[in-house]
């Protein structure tokens, strides 16, 4: 996996390694928000550059923006020794890296996460894509960044929705790899005071995991706990105005359905589910979800990537700490879940 640059330092690194490769020309891709807010940070460590703005939210990371996307990068005359810096959060990384991964059969890119969700997760493992007729990153690429770059001052720009549905990829690793963690961390929440380690921590376990799995053949699926369900809640209230969710906001419904089926098939204790629970709860505000946004959202899981054929493949817990991955459940085992959740 490519160098993952973490501290106060991160942004002077960028500037040393735009400078030594010598790009034949560089690019800045941001939305409203980054350019406001994060640009004026980053731009006395750039060289001279072109920028390419497109507008923020999931709603927009879609073939349609890719085409405008590429249509500025022909407009500047990119060329395979150019580079994009993708500063923003995890839809700016992941349609940024796809947009450069497939342009002339693959240009250079660098993260620069400038969201929790980012830092801790969407910029590091070499996913790339983009949302396609309501469904969650269907087209995509695996390609690495050329480097990482985590600036985490950039985190006094967000809201406190933003630094939770972060939180959740956090919370997330814990779950599948870290029960001391957990343990400890639930007894502070969101009020760490050194997000840096944390940070760290997240990545780190991350880039284990990517890297004894770079193409999600096997052990790479333990990363995809709680979004099997998340993905689907997530879509789909996407597409209900005033209804939408952040990803991580979706990520941690998914998260309690998980665990949930979790006990229904003898890996966790209830005990442990409790834990979870209550943790989760404290943090997230409970998402009203009727009859028939349930059963709805159970087939939307048969579209989930990780399935085979008319199999979904969940990722469960098998105890808090360690995750098994390829789980079979069926559509009514996926309604039974968000029941126990809409219960909660």
Not at 58 to 86: A, F, G, P
Request: aromatic letters at 8%.
């Amino acid at each position: 996996m490519n160098t993952v640059h973490i501290g106060a330092d991160a942004l002077s690194q960028l500037a040393e390694n735009l400078r030594n490769r010598a790009f034949s020309k560089v690019a800045v891709l941001v939305d409203e928000n980054t350019l406001h807010h994060c640009y004026p940070l980053v731009k006395p460590y750039l060289p001279e550059h072109d920028l390419i703005r497109i507008q923020s939210g999931e709603e927009h990371k879609t073939l349609q923006t890719c085409e405008y996307i590429w249509q500025r990068m022909t407009e500047l005359n990119l060329d395979r020794w150019s580079v994009l810096v993708n500063l923003g959060g995890g839809v700016i990384g992941d349609m940024g890296g796809f947009c450069a991964a497939v342009f002339k059969r693959g240009l250079y890119f660098v993260q620069v996460p400038t969201t929790l969700l980012a830092q801790v997760d969407a910029s590091v493992g070499g996913k790339t894509g983009i949302d396609f007729h309501g469904l969650k990153n269907h087209i995509g690429v695996y390609q690495e960044p050329q480097a990482v770059f985590i600036y985490p001052p950039f985190l006094q720009t967000l809201s406190p929705r933003q630094i939770k549905s972060g939180y959740a990829e956090i919370i997330k690793h814990w779950l599948i790899a870290d029960a001391g963690a957990f343990q400890e961390q639930r007894h502070v929440g969101l009020f760490t005071e050194d997000w840096e380690e944390l940070i760290r921590h997240s990545v780190s376990i991350k880039s284990r995991v990517v890297e004894a799995d770079p193409l999600e053949g096997g052990y790479r699926k333990v990363l995809n706990f709680g979004h099997t369900v998340g993905h689907a809640v997530e879509s789909y209230l996407l597409e209900k105005p005033g209804r939408e969710l952040l990803h991580g906001e979706a990520i941690a419904i998914g998260m309690l359905c998980e665990a949930y089926l979790s006990v229904k098939k003898e890996l966790l204790t209830q005990q442990e589910l409790d834990r979870i629970e209550t943790f989760l709860i404290s943090i997230y505000e409970k998402v009203q979800l009727s009859d028939d946004d349930i059963k709805t959202l159970a087939f939307l899981t048969l579209q989930d990537k990780k399935n085979t054929r008319t199999t979904i493949n969940c990722t469960l817990l098998n105890g808090i700490g360690s995750a098994v991955y390829d789980q079979p459940v069926t559509v009514q085992e996926i309604q039974e879940s968000l029941r126990y959740y809409s219960l909660l």
